[in-house]
Structures are given as structure tokens and as C-alpha cells.
């Protein structure tokens, strides 16, 4: 008898271990699937994934790495992390900030590339722990700014994977729960906000930059309704109208408060499925991304083609309308004929000068780099060579020119400089009664920094014991003046100061250049105005 409750036991021990064999099994081929699915994320991803020991050194790197420095994984496994940014001592502050504040988001730096580029780059970044809760290394996320719109279909179409590696990959062993920490570390690293809902619109996961988006927790909203999360009504709706139609790509558009109410962020919301291995729908993802900017590009786009169109088409009109008529009529007398050519010629002068401003502003604008051909010249010449040009176009106007005795010698592209002069003059010009005084004045000033204001207490005093020489120039003119109003905007592109009763030609990018070819030289310009009295533009140049 006893023998027999022996076997008996025997027996129960073997079916015991084969049921935990076959549960090891299972867990096993989960953990393996897991880890497909993880490494398949990470090596598609168009962000640069790497992750850092605790000591500063790369341990693992995904494909998008190697792209974005042209290095191979090889190279680059175990090599100190700070050796691949323009700036290592900015690359260092910000590893010391994930582990003093557990993450950051949005952390400029700069790429260099094997070949020579530079790639700007936004870093989110967050710690990784041990099975113990020890920190162990910092998981971090590049994303190329060049290529954000590639991340963000790369993002919609992995969406679906993450969050079934979530819901239903992280209930395994130890190294499973180690690989759930990884890719919660993925999720806090997007810079898109992310946001999973259930068939009943629950809402079962939310990243971090939803959670600041959206101005919620998740840890308050998990398991409830979308409309909890949402405190805006007009968003809310917006949520449950796109969640209600259930259809593959919904997408919307929302706005949320900006740095000051007049400039609103602009917020892009798309959804996508998320099914089971049926085939059944089990719940939705929605990507939410900032577009502000590509709205702000955009527009002005437009207003530089309306803006352009409409500066072009008045000398075309006149040129068309002075021709046509030279052309038609047989009966004109020698002192009209004179007098249209003399405004076909004006007019033609206009638009060079249009076309001229306009190639100008957007070679500076597409940051196309304009070379400087620095020489040694003598900044009185420059002066007198323009202002000539003035005094035989405006011969009604006087033109009053204070230059020292002594050549004013400094090194500068005189054509650029030249430039810079006829734009403040024609500027004057324009806005000054016939018969007004126009001076303009050139001297040597000791330049404490370019007349850099903000230095103060030693630093003002070193700066006035080492004086740097400088030339200044400035031209005064006793035209209708601005309001302090007018004064902050005038080196903005297409800005013109209104004047009511007359129209006055230019494409509002004279000043625009100005201060662009001013800087380039190292130099500063500015503008002193009081309105109905006139404006002094001045602007200084280092010898």
C-alpha cells in the first residue's frame, strides 16, 4: 500500500513538472517574440536611439545612429557618447540633467556627421532602472529636425506595435519586465504627444508629452472616459467626434495656448486602429504633434508672393501704360514724349531695385551664405560716391556731409557698404519734404563693444580701459519721423511706415538688408525717431 502512494506521488511530481516545462516554454517563446518586436522598434525607427551606461559610454545603437554620424555600430559601441556633438561640455550638462531630473525633453545639440555636416538635433532622454530600481543607464532619443515630417509617419505607423507590446507583452519573467522598462523609456522619449483609448474611448496609455499638452496626468485619467482628460469643451468635442467615426487616418486640427495669447499653438491629431491578431479592433491611437511652426513657414510664404506681386505690379503698370502710349499715339510733342520716357526710366529704375531687395532677402532668408569681399578702403569715398548719385537724382534736396579731414580706413566690402548707405538715403529720401535737408555724418568713436549698453560694473570698466576703435556713421533726415511703435518694427521684412497722403514706392526690405549686411560686418544699426521731426539712422563698424 505504501509502495503504491509512492507511484502515485511520483506521478503527480512528473505532471507538475511538465506543466511548469510547458509554462516556461510559453513564457520563453513570449520573451522571444517581445524581444523581436522591441529590436524590430528600435532598429526601424527614424530617431537616433542610443543607450548610455552610467559611466558615460555607448552600449547599444540602433541603424538611424550610424545614418545620422556616418560611424558604424562597431565604432561606436563603447566610445564616450559626448565625442560625437559639436559642443561635448552642453552634451555632458544634459546627461547630468537626466540623472539629476530623471529626463529632458527637447535638448538642443549638434550632430557631426563622418563626412563634415552638422545635423541640429532635439534630444529627449530618461533613465532606465534594474530589476532592484537602480538607475543603470539613460535611454535617449534624437530626433533630425530636418526629417520631422518622416518621424511623425514613422511614429503613426509603429504606433499600433508599441501598444500591443503594452497591453499584451508584459507579464513575463524578470527579462521581460526589463525589456517593458525599455520600452516605457522609448514612449517618454518621443517628443509627440501619444495617447491609446480602448473601444469605449477609455483612455489605457498617455505619454508624457500628451500628459503636457493636454496640461493632465495619467495616472488620473487611466481607465476613464476621453472627456475627463480634455478640460477644453471645444477640444473635447473635437476628441470624441474623431474617436466616434472610427476611421483609419482621421485627423483634426486644435489650437492651445501659446507663450501670450496672440500666438496660439497650433496642434495636429491623427488616429490610426489598433486591432487584435483577429483582426479585431480593440482600440485607437492618437498622435498628436505640434505644427505651429510649418503653419508659421506657410503663411509667411504667402505674404512674401502677395507681397512680392503687389510691389512688383505698380512699375509694371506705368511701364506698360507710359509705352503703350508712346507707341499708339502719333501726336505727342517732344516735351511729353520726354517726360514719359523720364518715368519709363524712373519706373524701370524702381524695379531693378524691387528685384534687386527681393534676391537679396531671400538668398539671406534660404540661408544661402553671401561672401564678403573685404578690402582696405577709405569709408569717405564710399560716402561721397553715393551721395553724389543723390545729389544728381534729387537735385531739389540738399544734402549736408560731415566727414573728418583724414581718410576713415577700415577693412569692408565696399559694394555691400555702399548698399547699406543707398538704402538709409533713399529712405530719407522718400520720406522728407522736397527741399528738406538731408545730413549725413562720419567719425571715429572709441567702440566700448559696439556701444554694448547692457555691460556694467567691472566689465564696463575693463571695456573702457581696452577701447576699440570704430567708425560711425549716420544719416539725419527732417522728414514726417516714426513712433517708438514704428521704430521697433522697421527692420522687419515688407515692414513700411504708412504714410496717408502719398504712396511711396519700395518693397519695405531696404532695412531688412541693412541690418543684415551691418551684422555680417561684425557691426550694429539703429534707429533714433520722434514723429513729425525727422530720423537719424545710425550704425557703427569696427576698424
Known amino acids: 500500500m505504501g509502495k503504491k502512494q509512492t507511484y502515485k506521488e511520483l506521478e503527480k511530481r512528473i505532471k507538475e513538472l511538465e506543466t511548469k516545462a510547458l509554462e516556461s516554454k510559453q513564457s520563453e517563446e513570449a520573451l522571444k517574440e517581445l524581444q523581436r518586436y522591441t529590436h524590430g522598434l528600435i532598429e526601424i525607427n527614424l530617431d537616433a536611439l542610443v543607450t548610455i551606461s552610467a559611466e558615460g559610454k555607448i552600449t547599444d545603437i540602433n541603424h538611424a545612429t550610424e545614418l545620422i554620424t556616418g560611424i558604424s555600430r562597431e565604432e561606436i559601441i563603447g566610445t564616450d557618447f559626448s565625442n560625437y556633438f559639436t559642443e561635448a561640455e552642453t552634451a555632458n550638462r544634459g546627461y547630468q540633467q537626466v540623472f539629476r531630473d530623471g529626463y529632458v525633453r527637447d535638448y538642443p545639440l549638434e550632430i557631426k556627421h563622418r563626412d563634415g555636416r552638422i ?108 472627456d475627463v482628460a480634455i478640460k477644453d469643451e471645444t477640444l473635447r468635442n473635437l476628441f470624441k467626434t474623431s474617436l466616434e467615426e472610427r476611421e483609419p487616418g482621421y485627423q483634426f486640427d486644435f489650437e492651445l495656448p501659446g507663450e501670450n495669447s496672440k500666438d496660439p499653438r497650433i496642434i495636429r491629431a491623427r488616429t490610426s486602429e489598433i486591432k487584435d491578431t483577429a483582426g479585431n479592433q480593440t482600440g485607437i491611437i492618437t498622435i498628436i504633434h505640434d505644427v505651429t511652426l510649418e503653419r508659421k513657414v506657410d503663411r509667411m510664404k504667402t505674404e512674401f508672393i502677395s507681397a512680392a506681386a503687389h510691389q512688383l505690379r505698380t512699375p509694371l503698370t506705368s511701364l506698360q501704360g507710359f509705352s503703350e502710349i508712346l507707341m499708339t499715339r502719333d501726336n505727342i510733342k517732344k516735351e511729353q514724349q520726354k517726360e514719359f520716357i523720364s518715368h519709363i526710366n524712373k519706373q524701370s529704375v524702381n524695379l531693378a531695385n524691387i ?42 534736396r540738399q544734402f549736408d556731409i560731415i566727414l573728418p579731414k583724414e581718410p576713415l580706413e577700415l577693412v569692408a566690402d565696399k559694394d555691400k557698404i555702399g548698399q547699406v548707405l543707398e538704402n538709409i538715403l533713399g529712405n530719407a529720401v522718400k520720406y522728407s519734404p522736397e527741399g528738406g535737408s538731408i545730413c549725413l555724418t562720419a567719425k571715429r568713436i572709441a567702440d566700448f563693444g559696439l556701444q554694448n549698453s547692457e555691460l556694467e560694473g567691472h566689465e564696463k570698466e575693463f571695456a573702457l580701459r581696452t577701447p576699440q576703435s570704430a567708425i560711425e556713421i549716420s544719416v539725419a533726415d527732417q522728414g514726417i519721423g516714426m513712433s517708438s511703435d514704428q521704430v521697433e518694427k522697421i527692420f522687419d521684412k515688407f515692414y513700411r511706415v504708412d504714410v496717408s497722403n502719398r504712396a511711396v514706392p519700395g518693397t519695405g526690405l531696404g532695412m531688412s538688408i541693412v541690418k543684415n549686411y551691418v551684422e555680417a560686418h561684425g557691426g550694429k544699426v539703429w534707429v533714433e525717431s520722434e514723429l513729425g521731426k525727422g530720423t537719424v539712422v545710425k550704425f557703427v563698424l569696427q576698424i
Open 119 to 226: 545635423i541640429p538635433v532635439f534630444y529627449n532622454a530618461s533613465v532606465y532602472k534594474n530589476a532592484q530600481g537602480r538607475v543603470t543607464g539613460v535611454f535617449a532619443a534624437a530626433r533630425d529636425m530636418t526629417e520631422i515630417k518622416r518621424a511623425e509617419e514613422q511614429i503613426k505607423e509603429y504606433s499600433q506595435k508599441l501598444e500591443e507590446m503594452v497591453k499584451e507583452k508584459t507579464r513575463a519573467l524578470y527579462d521581460s519586465e526589463k525589456s517593458r522598462d525599455k520600452i516605457d523609456g522609448i514612449l517618454k522619449s518621443i517628443a509627440d504627444g501619444l495617447i491609446v483609448t480602448d473601444i469605449y474611448n477609455r483612455i489605457v496609455l498617455m505619454n508624457r508629452a500628451a500628459e503636457d499638452m493636454l496640461d493632465v496626468h495619467f495616472s488620473e485619467v487611466i481607465d476613464r472616459p476621453i
Open 355 to 396: 528685384i534687386n531687395d527681393l534676391l537679396d532677402i531671400s538668398r539671406i532668408e534660404s540661408g544661402m551664405e553671401f561672401t564678403l569681399h573685404k578690402v582696405s578702403c577709405d569709408i569717405n569715398e564710399i560716402i561721397r560716391k553715393t551721395v553724389k548719385y543723390f545729389q544728381v537724382a534729387e537735385p531739389e
